[in-house]
């Protein structure tokens, strides 16, 4: 499965306003034919995915394709992920509603929100300045009040929040983050594409059992580089 990035173009009749646009019918077919047809069978994804109004946190240009299957530009050379790989990163962490979860790359703030309909709290990290006020904004316009915004490089996480029940990594990088794992809670699980830089990635999901770190890879992936401070 690859997260490749493309805009996909649909016909719309001429007029056609996005005030017009049945969004709330565009979701539930996303869910039905992206996520259920495939293996997306956690209930609490599936509610989340239908209840978040992905158009939202897209550019408005894209709007009238937020819900098709691929990622989608959203400025600064960033991505919204694919449907299905956000569904599918949320389910592989077994997320429960007492969790707080971190998640590095914050982008337009959609995972983020998915997450806030499942877990108890959310520290999103976005080192790109202005989608992360961007993204704080969106969340907030969307009431999203168990979300907190962080500018800044989430390679170190967000250690005095730590430790977190899961922690997701919305950006490639080369290799595992050291500091991240350190920050998982006893039985926590870590989902982060791990690969060369612009390359085919791996997906691979970390569990911390007594202090130990379990890797397991998952799928092959394209996703945008992590990025660092210039000075790191």
């Known amino acids: 499965m690859y997260q490749m990035i493309f805009v996909f173009v649909f016909s719309f009749s001429m007029g056609t306003t996005l005030a017009q646009i049945d969004f709330k019918a565009q979701r539930e077919h996303m869910v039905k034919v992206q996520l259920r047809n495939r293996d997306i069978t956690d209930p609490a994804t599936l509610e989340a995915m239908l209840k978040v109004p992905r158009h939202q946190f897209v550019p408005q240009n894209l709007r009238e394709v937020a819900y098709t299957d691929g990622p989608l530009p959203i400025g600064e050379g960033q991505t919204i ?25 914050t982008g337009s703030g959609y995972q983020a929100a998915v997450l806030a309909e499942i877990v108890d709290s959310v520290y999103t990290m976005e080192i790109v300045q202005k ?25 170190h996480g967000w250690p005095e929040k730590a430790p977190f029940d899961g922690i997701m990594v919305t950006a490639g990088a080369e290799q595992i983050p050291p500091k991240l ?14 690969g060369p830089h612009r390359g085919i990635r791996h997906l691979v999901l970390l569990t911390k059992k007594k202090g130990k770190i379990k890797r397991k890879n998952l799928m092959a992936v394209r996703f945008v580089p992590f990025t660092r401070k210039k000075e790191e």
């Open 131 to 155: 989608l992360g006020h961007y993204a704080r904004k969106r969340l907030k316009k969307q009431r999203y009040n168990n979300v907190q915004v962080r500018i800044g490089d989430g390679y």
């Open 181 to 194: 794992t350190e920050q998982l809670k006893e039985g926590g699980k870590m989902i982060i594409p791990v």
């Open 81 to 105: 992920s694919q449907p299905y790989i956000v569904a599918y990163m949320t389910q592989v962490l077994e997320l429960q509603p007492d969790h707080k979860v971190l998640e590095i790359g």
